[in-house]
Nanobody
Framework: QAQLVESGGGLVQAGESLRLSCAASGIIFGIRPLGWYRQAPGKQRELVATITSGGSANYADSVKGRFTISRDSAKNTVYLQMNSLQPEDTAVYYC??????????WGQGTQVTVSS
């Protein structure tokens, strides 16, 4: 009955913004960081951003200054605000939640496409 549902992807033009949401149900957040990953065509999956239980965030160099990760413990949700999107940001984005038992849960993926 654990569920991790992503939303917010879509098709935008360069310079525009999107906010991705990852809503968890039946999952208890633990002490491990939560993260967003992405996989572009022909590339390896890469870590985009993480946020710790204390709210400290880390970002890949490619998105630093443009993306912001946040979490809302009351809503059991993690977000990724993506500003100034560029074509190289085109990818399928996945959230990953590690629960209190140190078990990983992955979102189904949401497509982000940025046209030039």
């Amino acid at each position: 009955q654990a569920q991790l549902v992503e939303s917010g992807g879509g098709l935008v033009q360069a310079g525009e913004s999107l906010r991705l949401s990852c809503a968890a149900s039946g999952i208890i957040f633990g002490i491990r960081p939560l993260g967003w990953y992405r996989q572009a065509p022909g590339k390896q999956r890469e870590l985009v951003a993480t946020i710790t239980s204390g709210g400290s965030a880390n970002y890949a160099d490619s998105v630093k200054g443009r993306f912001t990760i946040s979490r809302d413990s009351a809503k059991n949700t993690v977000y990724l605000q993506m500003n100034s999107l560029q074509p190289e940001d085109t990818a399928v984005y996945y959230c990953k939640i590690t629960d209190w038992r140190l078990r990983d849960y992955w979102g189904q993926g949401t497509q982000v496409t940025v046209s030039s």
